[in-house]
């Protein structure tokens, strides 16, 4: 199993992209196995920006899930980090259908569509990393620049 | 299907005149043949968007007040903004106005100086473009109307991130069964499954696309985009369908983008719901704008017998 806790964010990104480009035998024999890490991944992720916000990342549950509590402690006080709410929960959701049924036929695609939405958690919270008003004008309808422009304008 | 919004106040917004004009002329197109009726606001203004609510959120709910009044005073009910940024401002005006003092302060002040009626919330309710058909119309009315289905279409539905968040803003949604939903919204899929297309279950449907900071930070936003576009192909999706001129422009360019700066070409469409729901009224591509778009589906529109 994967340990998270030694690898950046570039090192999750590249790890997420070598999951997604295994071979389809290679995916259904280690569907159980691959589910887990990608979750493990997404964990990883948002340690990362807990971490950089100087947080220790909880190992509570929200609905049985670490990744949920964890996205449920990045959120706190940044409203625009609910722009990952979804995503955090479809990366549940797949993790579940493949570990409730890992001889599915479908399973091969299902772990790669988990792995696209870990990927994108990577990309968000990347980006998030980069410019911390990702997802503030839109998604928590703050404003980026007041305190910038001082007093309102009118 | 309730009969309700047979006739509303149309908001097209500023995008819908430039970038978005393809979605502006597929909304008037299909709600004509649904013979709905659409009154656009006399003299409307920008709702604040990004550049005024990011300097002052409190003139941005004045700017979208400003609009819900001109509707009040023609004597509607409800005002229908087809731009997801539209339509989120409008709805946080309401809310604010609703619970904040202070909103209501600086919005009756400026309107009392500019000399137009002060908006009070309650008093005109804003929809999307995906209520006005839903309701409308409803999937039975769609079925019953449609010439030319969209079957064997495969569509991921793209709702992007103002049409459910925040929250707050959207009392109306997460209720009795049938409502819209904010954690998985539906109304898109309804109407073009109405139409007879194949939606792909999306599993990036209110995903970030870096839309805000498509210029600030492109390089963000391009892999943003690139992965919704990879992961829609992967879903076996022909067609993206959007129902916001900043997201689906984000994906146009970003698209092109993606393989002039990264070198990864998708070959995904992306297509207006308007568009999509247009074509299956038997309207002609050129009708709904299709030549207007930024990226070429005029392959896929001929193979699928659309156009």
């Known amino acids: ?154 | 299907m309730s009969g309700k919004y047979k006739k509303v106040a149309y908001y097209p917004g500023c995008a819908l005149e430039g970038t978005g004009h393809a979605y502006n002329r597929s909304t008037k197109a299909v709600g004509k043949a649904l013979g709905l009726e659409l009154t656009e606001l006399k003299n409307w203004n920008c709702c604040g968007a990004m550049e005024v609510k990011n300097v002052d959120p409190k003139l941005q709910t004045y700017l979208s007040a400003r609009n819900l009044s001109i509707a009040q005073d023609m004597g509607f009910e409800t005002v229908m903004a087809p731009c997801n940024g539209c339509y989120h401002n409008l709805k946080k005006a309401e809310y604010d106005l609703e619970h904040d003092a202070a909103s209501r302060e600086v919005n009756a002040r400026i309107a009392g100086k500019t000399g137009h009626t002060t908006y009070e919330a309650g008093k005109v309710e804003t929809i999307h473009a995906l209520d006005w058909i839903k309701e409308a119309i409803g999937e039975d009315g769609l079925k019953a109307r449609v010439k030319n289905s969209l079957k064997g279409l495969k569509v991921a539905n793209y709702y992007g991130c103002m049409y459910t968040r925040p929250r707050h803003i959207f009392p109306e949604k997460d209720q009795a069964p049938g409502s819209e939903s904010t954690s998985k919204p539906h109304f898109m899929d309804d109407l073009l499954a109405a139409a007879g297309a194949e939606n792909v279950d999306y599993p990036l449907k209110t995903a970030c696309c870096g839309g805000a900071h498509t210029l600030s930070d492109s390089d963000t936003s391009t892999k943003l985009v690139l992965n919704l576009l990879t992961t829609a192909e992967a879903c076996g999706a022909d067609v993206i369908a959007t129902e916001c001129p900043t997201c689906h422009t984000g994906l146009e360019m970003h698209q092109v983008r993606a393989e002039k700066v990264f070198g990864r070409k998708t070959s995904v469409k992306i297509l207006y719901f308007t568009q999509l729901l247009g074509m299956a009224l038997g309207l002609s591509p050129r009708k709904v704008g299709v030549h207007e778009n930024m990226s070429d589906s005029s392959d896929l529109i001929r193979a699928k017998g659309l156009g």
């Open chain 1, 1 to 154: 199993m994967t340990d998270v806790r030694t690898m950046s964010l570039d090192d999750i990104a590249a790890r997420i992209d070598a999951v997604a480009a295994e071979a389809d035998d290679v995916l259904r024999a280690r569907a159980t196995e691959r589910a887990d890490e990608l979750l493990r991944l997404g964990e990883g992720i948002l340690e990362t920006w807990l971490a950089a916000r100087d947080e220790t990342p909880t190992d509570r549950e929200v609905e049985g899930f670490r990744l949920l509590a964890l996205h449920r402690q990045g959120a706190r006080g940044t409203p625009s980090f609910n722009a990952c709410r979804e995503t955090c929960r479809e990366l549940v959701y797949y993790h579940n259908l493949i570990r409730l049924d890992p001889t599915h036929p479908d399973t091969a695609r299902r772990l790669r569509l988990a792995a696209m939405v870990t990927r994108h958690l990577a990309l968000f919270i990347g980006g998030k990393l980069e410019v911390a008003g990702l997802g503030e004008f839109c998604c928590s309808a703050r404003p980026l620049r007041q305190r910038e422009a001082g007093a309102e304008a009118v």
